[in-house]
């Protein structure tokens, strides 16, 4: 079992920046990998990123590629994404996920264990 906590959603203006934390408890943080996810509203839930159990190696979606990154600290079994440039477009609730890969996918069927999710709203 995983249990997976957001943090550090929030309202934003178009090319500002927020970071969320997703705090896990459970299996042991360092054996699989992570990922965020986001839904907009009407709209399929979207990979944005994922990082592997020892953080070397990240993915992106085409979409955030440059402007947001990844990271993990497995001592405080955190996982990060630092959101720069945001835009409108950003908008969605957005969640951590982990797969318990030590490599993780990029699609939803293959996480295994989700957030609650936590709202990021970026106005222009």
């Known amino acids: 079992q995983v249990q997976l906590v957001e943090s550090g959603g929030g309202l934003v203006q178009a090319g500002g920046s927020l970071r969320l934390s997703c705090a896990a408890s459970g299996r042991t943080f360092s054996s699989y990998g992570m990922g965020w996810f986001r839904q907009a509203p009407g709209k399929e839930r979207e990979f944005v990123a994922a990082?592997?159990?020892?953080?070397?190696?990240?993915y992106y979606a085409d979409s955030v590629k440059g402007r947001f990154t990844i990271s993990r600290t497995n001592a405080l079994k955190t996982v990060y994404l630092q959101m720069n440039s945001l835009k409108p477009e950003d908008t969605a609730v957005y969640y951590c996920?982990?797969?318990?890969?030590?490599?993780?996918?990029?699609?939803?069927?293959?996480?295994?264990?989700w957030g609650q999710g936590t709202q990021v709203t970026v106005s222009s």
């Open positions: 996920a982990a797969d318990l890969r030590p490599h993780p996918g990029a699609t939803v069927g293959e996480f295994d264990y």
């Open positions: 990082i592997s159990w020892s953080g070397g190696s990240t």
